[in-house]
């Protein structure tokens, strides 16, 4: 079975750009989460989505919003791009949600670097 | 302050050694534990769980929770240069989900 899979692998953008981040869950997987990763914040929950609504949400500004669509895949998006924003964005895919022994699984990342 | 503490390290033992690992939490609602391991430029994967306070091993993996103590530990037994990663607590809140992470510990061992 495939992982989940995030494209791009890394970007490069300039500040007030805005940038889309994709994520493919695992096959059968409904719940998608992302989270940003940073050296000095370390992983942070941005927000988590199951049946194409959001269900939960860290506390980001609202320059940070996603979406998922019905076959599970996720994209986020992040607008007005600033360089605090440069991180490791990880997306988690798991069979279901509202559980606390539900497995999450990580993707590889995107890296955002913002100049 | 954080809600999860976790001191960053680095940590740097020989092989053989045994690495002790360490978190701390302030929110007595957190009832479920788990130790991620993430190697260089991938994901974080889950490694244990755990929701009682006591001692579950898993091979050369022993993880601890005092949730007296708010406390929670990893201990890896005959390190390898392969276990080489950071490691990351992670706790979740049964009326949220949202998983809650620690710093990360940047572990290497020697060959």
């Known amino acids: 079975k495939a992982g989940v899979t995030q494209t791009p692998r890394y970007l490069i953008k300039t500040r007030g750009q805005q940038v889309t981040l994709s994520c493919s869950p695992i096959s059968g997987h409904r719940s998608v989460s992302w989270y940003q990763q940073t050296p000095g914040q370390g992983l942070q929950f941005l927000f988590e989505y199951f049946s194409e609504t959001q269900r939960n949400k860290g506390n980001f500004p609202g320059r940070f919003s996603g979406r998922q669509f019905s076959n599970s895949r996720s994209e986020m998006n992040v607008s007005t791009l600033e360089l605090g924003d440069s991180a490791l964005y990880l997306c988690?895919?798991?069979?279901?949600?509202?559980?606390?022994?539900?497995?999450?699984?990580f993707g590889p990342g995107t890296r955002l670097t913002v100049l | 302050q954080k809600e999860v503490e976790q001191d960053p390290g680095p940590l740097s033992v020989p092989e053989g050694a045994i690495v002790s690992l360490n978190c701390t939490y302030s929110n007595s609602a957190f009832q479920y534990f788990m130790w991620y391991r993430q190697y260089s430029r991938k994901g974080p994967e889950l490694l244990m769980y755990?929701?009682?306070?006591g001692n579950k091993e898993d091979g050369r993996f022993t993880a601890q929770v005092d949730k007296s103590s708010k406390y929670i530990s990893l201990f890896i037994r005959d390190s390898q240069p392969s276990d080489s990663a950071t490691y990351l607590c992670a706790m979740i809140r049964p009326d949220d989900y949202k998983l809650s992470f620690g710093a990360g510990t940047t572990v290497t061992v020697r060959a």
């Open positions: 755990t929701y009682s306070s």
């Open positions: 988690a895919s798991s069979l279901v949600r509202g559980r606390v022994n539900n497995e999450q699984f």
